[in-house]
DNA sequence: CTCGTTTGGCTAACGCTGTTAGCCAAGACG
DNA sequence: CGTCTTGGCTAACAGCGTTAGCCAAACGAG
């Protein structure tokens, strides 16, 4: 492993504990035994960390959607992983997408378990991300008033998205 | 104006022109010609400054919105603001809502032209927010590749919804 | 074996952030 | 007339990301 994943990985650990305030350059050194000036051995800077750890979060995200076969299944387990994984959540999609700085594909491979239960309707699963990620993002910013149903809110989100079916772009 | 309105003003001034990390207390205090530490004669801390923002943020969202007649319109002037006024959207929603600092009321007038056009149904109104939200914050993230169509995005999803019609709870 | 280069630490420092403590002049008021 | 409140001020602190510059150890080539 080299010094910079391990970097990444304590980044990752600080994050999960503490929120994204947590991450310091300072903080992240003291966890690795060194000063925080070292750290620009390995890494550019902060934005080339957060970049990493926003890649790995997707890259989760992915593979929690993975083996979801239908739409329900997917849409529960789009939720459960961000109620699990807040900070990671966050970082995956509050920052803006670092598309440069992404390894190839990432995008892609977060994307496809969408399109797949859209029947590969790009328009559809952009609207189903949308759905989603508003829900998943107003419950964790606490928007909704206490004691709200939410079950009750994405059950009937995605009976209406069922309903609507698969848009005009689909062709397989 | 007290003093205090005068800081809400200059804060939403520079908020609009540089973003969140352009709302500095020094900053602030530059623009009203005194130092920075005497803001706290007049304020609590940042927080409340924030706070005051977002109060303010919702009020201006509520309002672009009262007018909306039926479902698609609403969902037409919800983008439309949110795009005009990214910084004040961003601060309306991505900050944990500090209820117990917020004006009594505020939050339902928000609600309000969702609940309308859904004809009262929380449940609906919650999703189509979810729904809504999600487009919009995404959009303002960058999150969607370049040159996607999302007028194209909209009108399915909001076609979607009309398809599936008020939900179980509506009552009148 | 030895010399030069690269690697990966270090300290000191800069400019920025929010915030606090403490001082003081002007105005309000009994 | 004296006292209290209001609203400024300066100095300072801890923390932030980051840069500059120094130095020892490891490595690789002749």
Do not use: C
């Not at 035994?33 to 890494?43: C, E, F, N, R, T």
């Not at 992404?102 to 892609?108: F, H, I, R």
């Not at 590969?120 to 998943?136: E, K, M, N, P, S």
């Not at 419950?139 to 989100?157: I, K, M, N, S």
């Amino acid at each position: 492993m080299t010094r910079r994943e391990e970097i990444v990985d304590v980044a990752e650990r600080l994050l999960e504990r503490g929120g994204p305030e947590a991450v310091t350059m300072r903080r992240l050194a003291d966890e690795l035994g060194i000063q925080a000036p070292s750290l620009y051995k390995h890494v550019a800077g902060k934005p080339e960390i957060e970049a990493a750890l926003q890649q790995r979060a997707l890259q989760r995200l992915a593979a929690a959607l993975e083996a979801a076969p239908d739409l329900p299944s997917l849409a529960a387990a789009y939720r459960r992983w961000a109620l699990r994984h807040p900070r990671l959540y966050e970082i995956a999609t509050r920052l803006p997408l670092a598309r440069e700085r992404l390894a190839p594909g990432v995008e892609a491979a977060a994307a496809a378990p969408l399109l797949r239960v859209t029947g590969g309707d790009l328009t559809a699963a952009r609207a189903l991300w949308g759905l989603a990620h508003g829900l998943v993002d107003l419950e964790l910013a606490g928007r909704f008033p206490p004691g709200a149903d939410l079950d009750a809110v994405w059950t009937h989100a995605m009976a209406a998205r069922v309903a609507a079916g698969p848009g005009p772009g689909v062709t397989g």
